[in-house]
Structures are given as C-alpha cells and as structure tokens.
Nanobody, 121 residues
Framework: QVQLVESGGGLVQPGGSLRLSCAAS????????MGWYRQPPGKQRELVAAITSGGTSKYVDSVKGRFTISRDNAKNTVYLQMNSLKPEDTAVYYCNSEAILQGSLSRGDYWGQGTQVTVSS
C-alpha cells in the first residue's frame, strides 16, 4: 500500500555530486522519519542519513560534511544531496520511510527498490 520510488543514481567521478530523490505514494495517512541506506556488494546495509518529520537530521560519520538529507512533506519526498563523492560511496542506495497507512493504528517501515550509485574514474 506504500510505494517508494528512488531516482537520481548513476555514474559519477570522484569529487562529483549526485542528488537522490525518493517519492512516497499510496494509501498513506502520515509519514514519520525517512532515511537513506546503502549497501555495497557483499557488505552489510548501513544507515547513511535520516530525517524526522520535523526536519531534524543525522548522518553516519563517513558522510558528515558531504551529504545533506532534506524532505518536502507536501510532496512526500526525501532527498539526499551527495557532494565530494568518493569511490567508497559506491553502493545501492535505498530509501526508507516510517508510515502509518490509512485505516491503521500502527506504524511500519517501507523500502524503495534501490538506485545504483557508482563513483569511479
């Protein structure tokens, strides 16, 4: 009942920038915190950045000062601006959202399908 669609991934050279977007749609009553995770091939998925409905954000240490998470509540969309990209940022990036469905009293976690980010020269 909730669909998260990521976009904006691609191939970029070290030092370059990308902006990821994730739009939520479906039978949504409300959306809470949203975040971005990433998973390099053969490695564990990690939280990159998260943002509350009020706009408070947090980041994993490795991206602090380089990445910025933001959201547009009117559009149910979360963004990840990635600057000064490094090869170690290469991964599949997944959007995650806490959401309450219409007709439900409980909050669940929902995931996008992922978008590939490759940083290579």
């Amino acid at each position: 009942q909730v669909q998260l669609v990521e976009s904006g991934g691609g191939l970029v050279q070290p030092g370059g920038s990308l902006r990821l977007s994730c739009a939520a749609s479906g039978n949504i009553f409300s959306i809470g915190s949203m975040g971005w995770y990433r998973q390099p091939p053969g490695k564990q998925r990690e939280l990159v950045a998260a943002i509350t409905s009020g706009g408070t954000s947090k980041y994993v240490d490795s991206v602090k000062g380089r990445f910025t998470i933001s959201r547009d509540n009117a559009k149910n969309t979360v963004y990840l601006q990635m600057n000064s990209l490094k090869p170690e940022d290469t991964a599949v990036y997944y959007c995650n959202s806490e959401a309450i469905l219409q007709g439900s009293l409980s909050r669940g976690d929902y995931w996008g399908q992922g978008t590939q980010v490759t940083v290579s020269s």
